[in-house]
Every structure is written in structure tokens, then in C-alpha cells.
């Protein structure tokens, strides 16, 4: 049931926060694409790419982050169910022209319920793991734009946000 005129499917009828039943629901497959940005000055682009970052490799620990935390994700963010992942894939690319790196994870299940918190979990993970292992050299770097950028499955069908890129970001756009 959702909460009264509002629409939100967190919130029963007297207003009080609750978890989903998703029982009736069927399985289907189910994936989610999320992304977002760690900017940086171009010096610490750099250190990365030549893998000279004092607290070692930077883009494999935050693949690795990324990826336990999708997996941790019911247990970060309140009522989220607990979900059987069949596959996690981050990737994070450089992106000279921001300077910084994009993040990009894709949560895939056969389930319930949708993984779009899995995804955006992963990548908010990855990009604070770049923060992290930079803030020595580059305190003014900045994490941007987390967003989902694609979903696929259950009952509300395909979403694509009409910013999504193939592969980078047009900067130019407005979220």
C-alpha cells in the first residue's frame, strides 16, 4: 500500500516507514546502470594513470569497494532488500576533459525487486574510494553528477535517462 497522496511505496497508509512486500511479485531480470564522477586537477590524473598514488592502486581498490558495497547495499540504506546479485561490473575510465574519472556500475539479478540501489550504491562507493586515496594531493577534487543512468525489467519496463552516453558524459548538458 502506498502512503497517503504521496505515491511512495516506503511509507503505508498512516505515514510510518515500512519495506515492500514483494512476495506476489514475479521474477524477472533485472539490471541497473549507474554513474557518476570524481573531478580532479589534472596533476592527480596523472599520479593515477602512472599508478605513482602513495596509497597504492587507486581504480582496482575502488573497482573492489564498488563492487562490496552493491553487494552491502541492504545493509546501508534502510529498508532495501536483500538481493542475490548474478553480476557486478564497474568500470572507471579517465575523462581528460574533466579532468577526473567517470564511474560506471552495472548491477544485474533475476529477482523481485530492482537493483537500482545496488548500482547507485556502487557507484557512490567507487567514487569515495577515489576521493579517499587522493585527498593527500588533491583536496579540491570533487565527486559529481551520481546518478542511475539506465534500468531494465520489472513491472515499470526500461528507463534511459536522455543523458546517458555510450560511453562518456556530455559535460555541456544539464542533469
Known sequence: ?????????????KG????VDVSEKPETERIAVAEGRVAMSSS???IIAKGNARKGDVLGTARVAAIMAAKRTHE????????????VT?????????????????????????????????????????YDMIKAVD???????????????????????GHYRAKKRDRTSQD
Open 1 to 13: 500500500m502506498r502512503g497517503p497522496a504521496t505515491g511512495l511505496t516506503h511509507v503505508d497508509a
Open 16 to 19: 510510518a516507514a515500512h519495506m
Open 44 to 46: 592527480t590524473l596523472d
Open 76 to 87: 546501508l540504506i534502510p529498508l532495501c532488500h536483500p538481493l542475490l546479485l548474478t553480476n
Open 90 to 130: 564497474v568500470d572507471i575510465e579517465p575523462d581528460p576533459a574533466l579532468p577526473g574519472y567517470l564511474v560506471r556500475a552495472s548491477v544485474k539479478t533475476k529477482g523481485q525487486t530492482g537493483v537500482e540501489m545496488e548500482a547507485l550504491t556502487a557507484v557512490s562507493i567507487g567514487c569515495l574510494t577515489v
Open 139 to 161: 583536496r579540491s577534487a570533487s565527486i559529481e553528477g551520481i546518478r542511475l543512468i539506465e534500468k531494465k525489467g520489472g513491472k515499470s519496463g526500461q528507463y534511459k535517462s
